[in-house]
């Protein structure tokens, strides 16, 4: 079950996370200017993408591109609990991360040899020690 | 297959079998892939008796038919179908299906177990996803640890089986007026022939992949009708839905718009390829209007403007 042989597939599955990246982009920066008034459904709606993002890299046995997405829910739960800040530090990390898929997409076929250890440490240290 | 707790309907729930086929990975290690399929498809599941694949076969898919029970039941290999190299072994399942009048086994590794969800937590296809698997993905449901690729069944057979196809179904009722019908299904083959065969029938249709869109549609409808101090009919004649879809399912949805004021008095049918009795209770506890049966799909068109022009 090779699927990334087929460029059909492919090129549809990059547009398609590119989209989802777009929403996640303007939904987090959006959270951060709400500040005490997040809105709940905005939080959500940026779970389902990234959710849907993971989805699709799993599918096509994109490890990077999955775990990346994978933390960024994990995150995304925190928030929607209150456990975390949406403050600079956490757009920060949020948009390195989002620019981190941009790149493995641009040399998807090498994705999952590329060495995302950092941006994966950034993030990780968003989440409070007790977790 | 048995139940304790039944499942209740309009709640938006559904169960689906899990199962998985073993593949060796380059650096070979036995990879399990995980998939479901609709319970309410599956008779039972039974222990493949080692069948194998002859140079005859009408398809590479299929493997020959078993007895079961006095039937003649065709087998197929969903590995082949799915493009993947299925590592043999011993105990092998096979899980027998019925639904649209036909039984057929499907070869798969092995079993894992049923889980109840709801059609919320199916992530829907986005358009890469169907193009991949030979377009028989629904949607993938995440149980933590890995995915479960829910399989679009009657895709796969309809395919395999010329006989099975739609592409039989045709009407010759004309509408007297263009009626506007918002037709709810999520395969884009079944999107496209609706479209073909109710617009031949003088429809003007609308399309929404799942339940959830088909309502956010109709409230916007709505919401529009009450600024132009008209009624949803002026938007929406009839709603044809499928029964399964990710989001919000076809009963679900019927509820709903049942339990709308400003909705309530729309036609809703209901079609399946798994209308069974239980299946037409549950259509009738959500009040749909109508149901149809894949079998018998060329009646919608007639059945629909016979509601439009009752009301």
Redesign the interface.
Known sequence: MDFREDEDVIETFIEETLGHLEIIQNGIMFLEKQGQNMDDKLIHQIFREAHTMKAGANLLELKNIERLAHHMEDILDLIRKKQVVVDNDLVGAFLHGLDTIRDLLDDIQDSDIADIAVILQKIKNIIPVSQ | MEQEILLETGTNEFEILEFFIT?KSPSGKMIP?YFGMNVAKVTEVIESPNLQSSDYAVHPCFLGTIPLRGDVLPVLDLSVW???DRNKHEHENIIVTKFSNSMQGFLVSGVVEIHRLTWKEL??P????Q???NKS?IG?I?AGDH?I?LLDLEYIVTALNPNHAESDWHTTVKASNEYKALVVEDSPTIRKMLQKNLSASNFNIKMASNGEEAFGMLKQFLAQAELDDKTIKDFVDVVISDIEMPLMDGFTLTKQIKNNAGMRDLPVILYSSIITDELRHKGESVKADFQVSKPDMDIMAEKAIELIERT
């Open positions: 593949e892939n799915l493009g993947m992530i829907p986005g358009t890469f996803m193009l991949m698997n993905i993938m995440d995915f690729q």
